[in-house]
């Protein structure tokens, strides 16, 4: 049976590290393989604006000698070893139970590719994953070069390739990420007219994304999607969760504005005449 022509279909993406996971990638690598410095070789190249935002850990395995010994084998364990959030499954299947609608859900991140696989391994189909994809040399396994980096723009690019592929309408796409490297793609999918998703309380998303969510639940994504697209009041909202066994205990819709203030400068004027 094909898909019933009144169903509205949408694009949902999703980044990875400290979206989906509590983890960051690069760092669960660093202490598999025991390298240290991590976060200051990652500061020293967001100082000097070498790579894109999110990029930095393709650019370490590729160029940084003590990460060049890093084989496929090390980032399919360490995809073993993340923390993901509760219930990354459910909400994959949740999304196709809303009435009326249809979610196609990706992951896609700087991260690289196994990392994520493996991570979700079983929960999400790898045909869904777009992460860092590497070369491979065939003889040594090292890493020979670099295929492509879903970071800054890359992320864009892919949500771009995803929405013709589906034939996904300019305002039917759903983007969800928690730091700085996901500004450009939730800058275009609000330009597409797109509903943003953050995760974090970072403030460069925080002023750029439509709704924040904080929860160590991925389902609690559902609620800004239930509400902003769905169209369906809280009371159902709730009804709709005590449904799949879960309680909303507590839910504080909460608006904060971030202000700086200072003394104004006295003017001219008043400076003059007390000369």
Wanted: no cysteine; net charge negative; aromatic share 8%.
């Amino acid at each position: 049976m094909g898909t019933d022509p009144r169903t509205k279909e949408y694009l949902l993406l999703s980044d990875f590290d400290q979206t989906l996971s509590f983890n960051d990638s690069g760092i669960a690598l660093s202490e598999l393989i025991g390298v240290t410095g991590f976060r200051e070789r990652i500061q020293g190249l967001s100082n000097i604006h070498l790579v894109q935002q999110g990029g930095e850990l393709a650019y370490l395995l590729l160029h940084d000698p003590e990460y060049r010994r890093v084989r496929r084998e090390h980032l399919v364990e360490v995809g073993k070893r993340i923390r993901l959030k509760q219930n990354i499954g459910l909400l994959f299947e949740l999304l196709q139970r809303i009435e009326g609608h249809r979610f196609f859900f990706y992951v896609v991140s700087a991260a690289p590719e196994e990392v994520i696989q493996s991570a979700l391994d079983g929960i999400i189909p790898p045909e869904h994953i777009h992460g860092t994809r590497f070369r491979y040399d065939a003889e040594t396994g090292e890493i020979e070069s670099i295929e492509s980096v879903p970071a800054g723009y890359g992320k864009v690019a892919v949500l771009d390739r995803l929405r013709e592929k589906l034939n996904i309408g300019r305002d039917r796409v759903v983007y969800v990420g928690d730091g700085i490297s996901d500004v450009h793609v939730m800058l275009h999918v609000s330009r597409l007219d797109g509903l943003t998703i953050a995760v974090s309380e970072n403030k460069y998303l925080t002023q750029i994304a439509r709704r924040t969510i904080l929860s160590d639940n991925a389902i609690s994504v559902l609620v800004p999607i239930l509400e902003d697209i769905v169209g369906w009041d809280s009371a159902r909202i709730h009804a709709f969760f005590e449904g799949h066994g879960f309680v909303l205990r507590e839910w504080e819709k909460v608006r904060t504005d971030l202000l700086t203030i200072s003394n104004a400068a006295p003017p001219a004027a008043a400076i003059a005449a007390g000369a």
